[in-house]
């Protein structure tokens, strides 16, 4: 079971992944929350049990929204790769290190 350290740990590692890219792609990514909510945007603060989150899109709103860390899904994450111009799934460093290969 994920618990909420656990999912921040995780969404830091995610914000800290998304530093390499730069000020042009900092922060946009896909993902979504356990209630079946789809966010794309931007990932802001990151608190203790929150983070800021701002959105994209033609309906985005110009506030922030703020989501509880608790509610996000991390393996639903996925980011946005200029040079391939597509979405990319994250794979977290951790799973690559323990996985099986199929032969």
């Known amino acids: ?6 999912k921040k740990a995780f969404l830091q590692q995610f914000d800290a992944f998304l530093e390499q890219f730069g000020s042009l792609h900092y922060g946009k990514c896909y993902f979504r929350l ?3 909510r789809e966010c794309q945007g931007w990932i802001g603060t990151i608190g203790d049990t929150i983070f800021e989150y701002t959105d994209s899109g033609p309906l985005s709103r110009e506030e922030p ?8 899904d991390p393996g639903s994450f996925a980011y946005w ?5 597509r979405w ?16």
Do not use: C, H, V
């Open 1 to 6: 079971m994920t618990t909420s350290a656990d």
């Open 34 to 36: 356990l209630d079946g």
């Open 65 to 72: 929204y703020y989501l509880a860390i608790a509610d996000i």
């Open 81 to 85: 790769d200029n040079d391939i111009s």
């Open 88 to 103: 990319t799934e994250y794979a977290r460093p951790d799973k690559w290190f323990n996985r099986t290969l199929k032969q």
